[in-house]
């Protein structure tokens, strides 16, 4: 459908709390979809990185997040209901600051409840590496950027400087 203009750090809609899709909303989200998607590929392709994008990052304040790793997902009205105790650090990125890298602990496995395309209720265990990006896009849903979990003052840093921050 349309490549849009991703939400910059700053914008004050990234603080908001989305509203839950209703099922009768369904058949409209495909349009939306389609806009993550168009979205997140010409990110990948300008920066060479990008593997999920959550609806608000667009302007679309509902809680929807699309994902593609080796293939699409979507995840409607996604929540975290488990999670480890066992916690892991990492340099976190996102496309509403795309220079900025800020190290965050995030749980090591968790679980996220979810309704499909279909509207079938799913869960899904997740271990480290696509539980921290589930767990990064359930933030921007609900209005946590990962700058706001950051470890302490020097947890920041520009990607290109990336190879020298431990």
């Known amino acids: 459908m349309a490549i849009r203009e991703i939400l910059l750090l700053g914008n004050p809609k990234l603080y908001e709390v989305c509203e839950p899709v209703r099922e009768d909303e369904l058949q409209g989200l495909e349009p939306v ?6 979205t ?49 650090e990492m340099w976190d990125d996102c496309m509403s600051f795309p220079e900025l890298v800020v ?11 979810f309704r499909d395309e279909n509207w ?15 767990q990064h896009e359930v ?15 020097k947890s920041f840093g520009l990607r290109s400087q990336l190879s020298l921050l431990k």
Request: contains cysteine.
């Open 33 to 38: 979809v389609q806009d993550l998607h168009d």
């Open 139 to 153: 933030d921007h849903l609900d209005g946590i950027l990962a700058v706001q979990r950051a470890i302490d003052e």
């Open 103 to 113: 190290k965050v602990r995030r749980h090591k496995r968790c679980r996220i409840a």
């Open 120 to 134: 079938t209720e799913q869960r899904t265990d997740l271990g480290e590496d696509l539980g921290e990006l589930l």
């Open 40 to 88: 997140m590929m010409d990110f990948k392709d300008r920066y060479g990185l990008g593997r999920a994008i959550a609806a608000p990052q667009i302007g679309v304040m509902k809680r929807l997040v699309y994902v593609f790793v080796e293939s699409p997902s979507i995840f409607i009205n996604p929540t975290i209901d488990q999670k480890s105790e066992e916690m892991v």
